[in-house]
């Protein structure tokens, strides 16, 4: 475990994961490890319970409000951000991040990711788009999901969405 920690203290500078804002630039290397240790503050009190409720992001709600969107136009219901997918999907979107690769997690959820769509309209219209994510989206059989995207220094947008029932 003292491995595993010492290994996200050593990548941690490097993951420069803060919470993207679409409106922004990408993060300079000086200003983004103060925004990933605020990302990081932010996401630990969330998943302490600090305030009772779940905190996303301003990017992790847009893609929740989009994906519901796409829900509502079938006729299905919305899907619920819950702690442990938001924290899965924060966790597998950063490792994508540090690691420049797109791949699934070995999770047992359902999973829809994406790199390089610069919004949260294009990364959500690809996945409606792709026969196999877009069944993720519109499944019945899905009510939960949790939601995570962040930014490599050159600004490649990595996203990761997963679901449960």
Known sequence: MFAKLAVSFILTPFLLVAAISLAADPPKAADAASKAATSASTAADASAGKSGDLELTEVEKQMLEKTNAQRARYGL???????????????HAAWMTNNRTLQHTSQAVGENIAMGQPTTDDAVRDWMNSPGHRANILSSGYSQTGVAAYRTPDGTIYWCQQFAP
């Open 77 to 91: 219901p919305p899907l619920r951000a819950v702690r442990k997918l938001v924290q899965t999907a924060r966790s």
